[in-house]
DNA sequence: ATGAAAGCGCTAACAA
DNA sequence: TTGTTAGCGCTTTCAT
């Protein structure tokens, strides 16, 4: 292993001191030109670079953002990497990344590992085990650390930070409203996610929906299946209800899982069934017929989360207060839902 | 912003020296049981944690795998990330991850910012950019700074590291060697990937298995379409050829973006038209029909690249061989192609 | 059993 | 204009 070339060693070879070094190579007045000449062109022909844990350890900062996210093969999550990605290398930033694998110790561990001075903030995205156990004491001790915080997509009252969501019961009291009025008679709801904050808040808004048309809501066109359920099977039952012609699903997944199964069930789409779905992956527009979505404009949070994130480091004496953001969702209509008349 | 508390602090709190309460903490048996006690005590209930980055400048490691992608997006590479994350978090490694989006630039970039002091090791899949660049300096650099690097998939000769590919040109001899022996009498190669180091080679194994069977290789058959290209356009003027029978595709997207068209076209999938692709994403199973696809095994790629690189980053003394080792790709049977008699 | 001192690589206040 | 010193947080010899 060659050694990286130091302060040191370029002091040695001129026989100066390492101040005089430093200074030179960060162009102070205070050297004459000369040296300053000589220093820098020796630094730059031996490639001398700071070290930054050095200057890490020194500033106390690291120039580095930690992003916990639950799965990178969701198409959601991976559009917000991106974002992230994005800005904060436009501003300087390095991101340790963390896969939760929607697991509530290996966050745990990730976020006790990473705080201890090798982070200067935290983008995090809750694992669904976290939002089952409501045990957020490691994100509280990270901010009580000092370490600034943004949560987004699934997130919790309990943690005072600056959050990223999108508006997701709007969205879907706005989705279900098209689907009525496109003309479904009895919409269903499918979650795979309602242990999720966002999954609860979708099912509001489902019922809102229902409720401005004043249709009743029928607590078992709300179909909840766990991971350990059989995902098929669970459906058929509900569609054994014929007169069932539309349906919510609250995520890509199972948008797509539905629409094989209604489609062997040989129902006409949209005519007879109409489906639309959370989150707008590539799938959706591969399958046939394609799935009208809800784009949550992943690339776009991830961008206002390190934005955010970045200027409450850089500004951690403003002191602002916490803010919420709330990104508009659009619903992309494509052929597995009537037009508006 | 609550002061993190250090070795200083405890010492302060119990007048010892600070080298004492170190001992301490670390279960020293130069340090009197009692004294651990209150101070190993002390420590855990004021959460005391070693500052990461004074223990890296300390011992010249970080305990920090960078990861350098061309595109998250892609399922390939999603997936080799997620292979990565696995095995580095296992061996208490944290991953700072880039995405070089092709761009020979950012790649470049990250690289210089990454190797000085914050780096254990590398691992990368070239950008596309920096492929047909063939310019290596900052890879070369980064080797001669004494930092391991693994490189995948998307390698170059010029660099000497550990190396983990597929057998690209084996598996594309292999896939039309399937489609030959299904019944396919003239397979077309459909490559937007012809700058890469893996396209050249599966065209190679597409020739190969032509030669095998003594069929002519018609450059006119062989068909790459750059960036700029419109797809849909370069594609129907091959298509026009009514006695192209087989379709080889050197990845995902174009595969599914030839299905599209085969199928506006009415053709008989797979009767009249057979269709196989280089990488096993989602997408394929999802489509219809469901296309055949040669699996790279991206998270084991991943897991064996972290592996690798953790094992020459930790037996760095050992200065074993470099080694360049070949993951088998297997071919998935779907609905696009004919089951050989 | 405990502490002093040096050092990892760097910067910055202060002297000379 | 240059150098000395201290210090970021920690470990590790080498005294005591």
């Known amino acids: ?91 300087g930033y390095h991101l340790v990344s963390c896969i939760s694998n929607e697991s509530y110790e290996k966050e745990v561990k990730t976020i006790d590992l990473l705080k201890h ?25 990270t901010l009580n650390e000092g370490i600034p915080i943004v949560m987004f997509d699934r997130v919790s009252e309990d943690i ?43 099912v509001e808004g489902y019922k809102k929906a229902l409720q401005e048309f004043n249709i009743d809501v029928e607590e ?31 995520e890509e997944s199972a948008a797509v899982n539905a629409l094989r199964l209604v489609k062997q069930m040989k129902y006409n789409i949209p005519e007879e069934m109409s489906l639309a779905c959370f989150t707008n992956g590539k799938l959706l527009q591969h399958v046939t017929p394609t799935i009208s979505a809800i784009s949550q404009h992943g690339k776009h949070i991830g961008e206002t989360a390190a934005g955010m994130l970045i200027e409450r480091i850089e500004n951690e004496a403003d002191n602002k207060p916490y803010f919420t953001k709330v990104i508009k969702t659009s619903l992309i209509e494509r052929e597995s839902t009537k037009p508006l008349k």
């Open 160 to 202: 005072v930070c600056d959050k990223i969501v999108v508006n997701d019961l709007e969205s879907a009291f706005h989705a279900t409203k098209h689907l009525i009025l496109s003309g479904c008679k009895r919409v269903a709801l499918i979650s795979v996610i309602d242990n999720l904050s966002v999954g609860k808040l979708r």
């Open 220 to 250: 078992k066109l709300i179909v909840r299946i766990g991971h350990r359920e059989d995902f098929d099977t669970a459906l058929k039952i509900v569609l054994a209800d014929k007169s069932i012609d539309g349906l919510l699903c609250l």
């Open 117 to 141: 001075g090798s982070l200067d903030g935290l983008i995090i995205s809750l694992a669904e085990e976290t939002q089952v156990k409501q045990n957020f004491k490691h994100l509280k001790n």
């Open 1 to 91: 292993m060659k050694k990286r070339i130091t302060l040191k060693d370029i002091a040695k070879t001129f026989d100066v001191s390492i101040a005089t070094v430093s200074k030179a190579l960060n162009d102070s007045h205070e050297i004459s030109t000369k040296t300053k000449f000589k220093i820098q062109e020796y630094a730059k022909s031996h490639h001398y670079k700071p070290n930054v844990t050095a200057l890490s350890l020194l500033n106390k900062n690291t120039k580095t953002i930690g992003v916990v996210i639950p799965n990178i093969m969701n198409s959601f999550f991976a559009k917000v990497f991106v974002g992230i990605e994005k800005i904060a290398s436009q501003k």
